[in-house]
Structure formats: C-alpha cells, structure tokens
T-cell receptor
C-alpha cells in the first residue's frame, strides 16, 4: 500500500535558520504530493503541492520539489520565523481506486525561537 | 467563508457512552472524510463519503458509524466509547477525489474517553 515517512521531530530552530523537513513516500503510479501545516489550535491547511515529477511547489517562502528518482518531497525554507512554529504533515494522493484518499506522514513539530 | 465546521471542540466521555461529532461544510463539496490523529502518528481515515447517501469504510472504521443525508453534513457516531478512541478527530472535504485535489479541514475535536 501507499505510505509516507517523515523525519521525526520535534525540530527546534532559531529565527532566520534554514529549515529542511524530510519526506519520502511509497506509492504505485504517479501520486500527487502535498505539505499541510497545522498551527496551534487549528485544523490542517494546505501549504503547497506538486502533481508530477520535478514540479516545485512553493508558498510563504516554503518550497518542495517532487523527486521521483528518490521518492522524496522534502520541505525547505531559507529563513524561518517564529510564526512558522507548527506541525507539518507530508501527504500523498494516489492515482486511482480507493487509494486516492490522502495518506499522511506522522507529522513534524517545528518550534522557532526568537 | 466558514469552510468546514466541527463541533464540539473538546469532549470528555465515559467508557460505554456514545456521542455524535458534527461536521458541516458550506463549499458544496461532494467528498467528505473523517480522520483520527493519534500522538506521533499520521492521520488515519475512518470513513469517507462520495456524496449524499453514499459512505464507505476507511482504514480504521471499527467502533464508528457515519451517515450522509445531505451534501453539507457528515456526522460521526461513536457507540460504546472505549479508551482506544481517545484521539483528535478531523473532518475534511474536497470537491473531487482526483489526485490533484486538496482537502479542506475543520479545526478538530479533541475527545478523551475515561
């Protein structure tokens, strides 16, 4: 079946540090890949997505590139802010069938200190 | 825009009690989902619906029931609550189930069974 593996947290960084959160996946076919963010006390919201190999998703200074050769979709940001403190989830949505439902990684808690 | 609205936000249940988690969306989405989020784990799909009157089991349906009498509402019923159902529950919706489609999430219901 499909699966998503994220680097374990929690991750603590100082403001303006560089962020990488690793995400790798297992899926048949050509899934779409997503990063969702969950701010404290809120539901998940889409941060960015990529729908085919070599696509780069970007939003709010975050980027992730769909790498089919390494089955990865690592999230990066060049300079994090305190307001980026949240839980980040990598997810995929497969090509067809009941597996089209979103499959999530376990989430990575990010804390950014001033 | 209200989006996806869940009630209640918090609830404590005694073992053996039952309750209904409410979910409503105002985006006219056909597809709706219930997930549970356990600490350190990704979101697991409980049930989903592809339209009014149509529901299907997800990955972890045991101990839950759903109904979908209208496009807007997708309540989740817990019968005979057990400590293993202590979790955070998220309702989500999407306009389709194609692989490129993002899901919109409610704020979650934190349920504790004691």
């Amino acid at each position: 079946g499909n699966s998503v593996t994220q680097m374990e947290g929690p991750v603590t960084l100082s403001e303006e540090a560089f962020l990488t959160i690793n995400c790798t996946y297992t899926a048949t076919g050509y899934p779409s890949l997503f990063w969702y963010v969950q701010y404290p006390g809120e539901g998940l919201q889409l941060l960015l997505k990529a729908t085919k190999a070599d696509d780069k998703g970007s939003n709010k200074g975050f980027e992730a590139t769909y790498r089919k050769e390494t089955t990865s979709f690592h999230l990066e940001k060049g300079s994090v802010q305190v307001s980026d403190s949240a839980v980040y989830f990598c997810a995929l949505r497969a090509d067809s069938g009941s597996a089209r439902q979103l499959t999530f990684g376990s989430g990575t808690q990010l804390t950014v200190l001033p | 825009n209200a989006g996806v609205t869940q009630t209640p936000k918090f609830r404590i249940l005694k073992i053996g009690q039952s309750m209904t988690l409410q979910c409503t969306q105002d985006m006219n989405h056909n597809y709706m989902y219930w997930y549970r989020q356990d600490p350190g784990m990704g979101l697991k799909l409980i049930y989903y619906s592809v339209g009014a009157g149509i529901t299907d089991k997800g990955e972890v349906p045991n101990g839950y029931n759903v109904s979908r009498s209208t496009t807007e509402d997708f309540p989740l019923r817990l019968e005979l609550a057990a400590p293993s159902q202590t979790s955070v529950y998220f309702c989500a919706s999407s306009y389709s189930d194609t692989k490129n489609t993002e899901a919109f999430f409610g704020q979650g219901t934190r349920l504790t069974v004691v």
